[in-house]
Structure formats: structure tokens, C-alpha cells
């Protein structure tokens, strides 16, 4: 059974903080990583991709991939209140269905 | 351009009536999904459509759920003699799935489903 594993949270970050979001997955062989945001009550919203090992940016949000150790994170900058809602990571799983984890609560207060 | 398109929004039927949803992907993706959400949960995958290709049917709970796509674009999810426990919020998504790059998910609005 193919997993995606990520903390439910709350994780509660002030405004202006970096906030930490963890995923991790089973399937060694998983080539694809991305990471969703969702407010309460909408839909999944692609925020970043990544493919490689390493480090991906775009704006306040930097993706990281280490598939030796079967961990993709997500770090946002400058956290803003705006960006409280879920973070859904999801993996990969063959013939590109994505297998989600539960997601991440964000909150971030003033 | 257009995004991923569903109808209705949301949807209120009685137990035992059959449902039809509806998904109109983004435009040129090959690929489209659906998938499901009950309410705090995570997503549940149902079906994958590619193309010419057999759909994957691997994630539909049971034989009351079935799903077609027509000329490789308009997608309708359809629940017969529906339950309760199949109140959910039923979103669809699409991706150009290009070998080695595309693999991308762009979702749909959803539709609430409510089964009383």
C-alpha cells in the first residue's frame, strides 16, 4: 500500500516566520512530488512541483526533495495570515495518479 | 484561460436516486480525474481517464459508481441508488500528462454532494 504521510497539525507560525511543512512517502520508487494549498471550503490549488533532488523556489515558496531518505518538504517565507489554510502533499503513484496525504493545517497569526 | 469547469455546484437528492456530475477539463489535457472528499478527509482517488486508453477504475468504491468521457473531453461521474455515507465533495481535475513532464493536476470547483 502506497503512502503518503504528512502531520495533521495545527502548525501555528507568526506572521513574518518561516513555516516548515513535512511530507513523507513509501514508494522508493515515486518520481514526481507537488504540493497543494486549500482554503476551507474550495478546491486544491497547485502551488509547486518538483521533480528533482534538491531545492525548488518560486516566490516566497521553496520545495525540497530528498528521495534517499523519501521526504519532500514545503517552507514558505514571510508567512502571512493569507496563508492559513491546508497543505496537501501528493506523491506520484503510477500511471500519474497522485496519492495525497491527509494535509497540514497552516495558521498563521498576526 | 478556462480552468477546469464542474456542474452543478452543489447537489441535494434523496437516498436510492441516481446522481450524473459533470467535468469539462482544461482544454488539451489528455488526462483528467476524479476524486473525492468527505467532509476533514483527505482526497480519495476514484477513476483516471488517458486518452484512447482502458480508464483506471481502481479507486470506485463500488458498482453503483461508474464513469465515462466522451470524445476525450466532457467527463460525467454517475452514482446509482445513492447512500448516505456517498455525501461528499466530488472534485475532478486534469493534466496534459506528457511523458516526462505534465503531470500536473489542475483542479475543478467541485460538487457538493448531499444525500438525505
Known amino acids: 500500500q502506497k503512502e503518503v504521510e504528512q502531520n495533521s497539525g495545527p502548525l501555528s507560525v507568526p506572521e513574518g516566520a518561516i513555516a516548515s511543512l513535512n511530507c513523507t512517502y513509501s514508494d522508493r520508487g515515486s518520481q514526481s512530488f507537488f504540493w497543494y494549498r486549500q482554503y476551507s471550503g474550495k478546491s486544491p490549488e497547485l502551488i509547486m512541483f518538483?521533480?528533482?533532488?534538491g531545492d525548488k523556489e518560486d516566490g516566497r515558496f521553496t520545495a525540497q526533495l530528498n528521495k534517499a531518505s523519501q521526504y519532500v518538504s514545503l517552507l514558505i517565507r514571510d508567512s502571512q495570515p493569507s496563508d492559513s489554510a491546508t497543505y496537501l502533499c501528493?506523491?506520484?503513484?503510477?500511471?500519474?495518479?497522485?496519492?495525497f496525504g491527509a494535509g497540514t493545517r497552516l495558521a498563521v497569526h498576526p | 484561460g478556462a480552468g477546469v469547469s464542474q456542474s452543478p455546484s452543489n447537489k441535494v437528492t434523496e437516498k436510492g436516486k441516481d446522481v450524473e456530475l459533470r467535468c469539462d477539463p482544461i482544454s488539451g489535457h489528455t488526462a483528467l480525474y476524479w476524486y473525492r472528499q468527505s467532509l476533514g478527509q483527505g482526497l480519495e482517488f476514484l477513476i483516471y481517464?488517458?486518452?484512447?486508453?482502458?480508464?483506471?477504475k481502481s479507486g470506485l468504491p463500488s458498482d453503483r459508481f461508474s464513469a465515462e468521457r466522451t470524445g476525450g473531453s466532457v467527463s460525467t461521474l454517475t452514482i446509482q441508488r445513492t447512500q448516505q455515507e456517498d455525501s461528499a465533495v466530488y472534485l475532478c481535475a486534469s493534466s496534459l500528462d506528457l511523458a516526462g513532464q505534465g503531470y500536473e493536476q489542475y483542479f475543478g470547483p467541485g460538487t457538493r454532494l448531499t444525500v438525505t
Open positions: 501528493a506523491v506520484n503513484g503510477g500511471y500519474n495518479k497522485l496519492i
Open positions: 481517464f488517458q486518452g484512447n486508453s482502458a480508464p483506471d
Open positions: 518538483i521533480y528533482s533532488n
